[in-house]
Structures are given as structure tokens and as C-alpha cells.
């Protein structure tokens, strides 16, 4: 006995409809995308938004306090008559405002002296942070100079480095007089010729190629001469 079915495959083969072969499989004639794909990729999308409002906020309080800059200070430290051209006189001020005493600092002020070339009607602020490690320096009228107890850096008259380890002169403070008192303002660091530079930290030389090799940081205010 013979099976018809399996005696005429060419007349069983004839009776089916033959689908052409999915290319790629998994996709029908004339599709770019199956539903699967479409799932894939709509739950990844999900996925990454996600994350995004989870990592994005986070990642922006991090770094906002290194890009703010904050607004800029000033602050009157006495009258016009408190300073003379020959010696300094040392005022405290707030840098920082808003953390106490944390945020004080020190500066030596003068009136601007004709023997330095500087304009009578300008007043000098310099500050007392070491430009070598940030130790506090003491002006020493005996000898006109700045002394700084931690390491022995000194510096001369008007804040040069003149002995010692500090790498470059000590930082200023812009000036103003607003109504016959003289006012500080933002700190600045100056080069080995008292060129204005952006604020640096003690320890970062200044002038010549160091300004690339210690740029300053976002939240430094430009110096007075730009
Ligand atoms: S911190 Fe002033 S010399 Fe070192």
C-alpha cells in the first residue's frame, strides 16, 4: 500500500501559499522595523530620559559653584585721611560673605606714592595671603617690608618678592573712593612687573607662559586694567 500523500509532494507542495523568506528575518515585506525593534528602542529612549532627569540635575549642582562667579563686593575701610603714602595701615574686609569669620581677610592699605610712581589720588590694597602656601604676612615698618612667619619668604615695599620661597608678588585688592572713603573691592594677582593678572592661587607662578600653565579658575573677576 502506498500513501497518495506522500506518492504526489509536487501536488501538496501546489495547494499552500509559499511566503518569500523574510529580509531580514523577523520583518515582513515592505517593513523598516518589527514591533520588537520598536519596543527596544522606545524602552531605551524611556530609559535614557530617565536617567538624564535623575544624573542631569545632580551633575549641575555639582559644578555650578565652579562656573558662578557671584557678585562682585565692595566694602569701605575708612576715610581717605586714615592712610598716607609712606607706610600701611591694616584693615580686615569680607571676601567671602555669609560663612562669618571664615569669609574675612586681611589687607595692608596705603595712599599711592610719587616715589613709585603711582597717582596720590589712588590707594594700594595688598593682601596678607603669602603668595608661596598662604600663611598670613606681616608688614614691618622698620624695615619696609613684608615678612611671612611660615617659611621666611619677604617682600619688598610695594609687595615684590624679595627673598624666600613665595613664587611670585603678593595679591591686591582693586580700590575706589566713593564719598571721601576708600573702598575695596575684588582681589587680583599681579606678575613679577605688577601687571594685573586674574586671581591665582598661592603657590601658582603668574606672568609669561605660567598664565596657561595656571589658568585661572571661572569664578575670578578680570583684573582692574581689562
Ligand atoms: S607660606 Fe609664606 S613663605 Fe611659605
Redesign the pocket.
Given at each position: 500500500m502506498s500513501d497518495s500523500k506522500n506518492d504526489n509532494p509536487s501536488a501538496e507542495s501546489s495547494s499552500r501559499t509559499v511566503l518569500p523568506d523574510p529580509e531580514p528575518r523577523g520583518y515582513f515585506e515592505g517593513e523598516s522595523l518589527t514591533r520588537r525593534k520598536v519596543f527596544v528602542v522606545a524602552s531605551q529612549a524611556l530609559g535614557g530620559v530617565a536617567a538624564a532627569a535623575v544624573v542631569l540635575p545632580a551633575v549641575g549642582f555639582a559644578l555650578a559653584p565652579v562656573f558662578s562667579r557671584g557678585e562682585e563686593r565692595w566694602e569701605a575701610v575708612g576715610s581717605t585721611d586714615d592712610f598716607l603714602p609712606e607706610t600701611y595701615r591694616q584693615v580686615v574686609l569680607t571676601e567671602t560673605p555669609g560663612i562669618g569669620e571664615a569669609g574675612k581677610t586681611t589687607a595692608y592699605v596705603r595712599q599711592g606714592s610719587a616715589k613709585y610712581e603711582e597717582d596720590p589720588a589712588e590707594y594700594i590694597a595688598i593682601s596678607t595671603r603669602?603668595?608661596?602656601?598662604?600663611?598670613p604676612?606681616r608688614y614691618v615698618q622698620a624695615a619696609t617690608n613684608f615678612i611671612?612667619?611660615?617659611?621666611?619668604?619677604v617682600y619688598d615695599f610695594i609687595g615684590k618678592r624679595i627673598g624666600?620661597?613665595?613664587v611670585r608678588p603678593l595679591d591686591h585688592f582693586q580700590t575706589r573712593v566713593i564719598d571721601g572713603n576708600v573702598e575695596l573691592g575684588p582681589r587680583y594677582s599681579v606678575t613679577n612687573d605688577l601687571k594685573a593678572v586674574r586671581t591665582r592661587d598661592?603657590g601658582e607662578f603668574t606672568g609669561g607662559i605660567w598664565e596657561y600653565l595656571y589658568p585661572p579658575r571661572p569664578t575670578t573677576f578680570p583684573p582692574p586694567s581689562s
Open positions: 603669602c603668595a608661596h602656601l598662604g600663611c604676612v611671612c612667619p611660615c617659611h621666611g619668604g624666600g620661597p613665595p598661592p
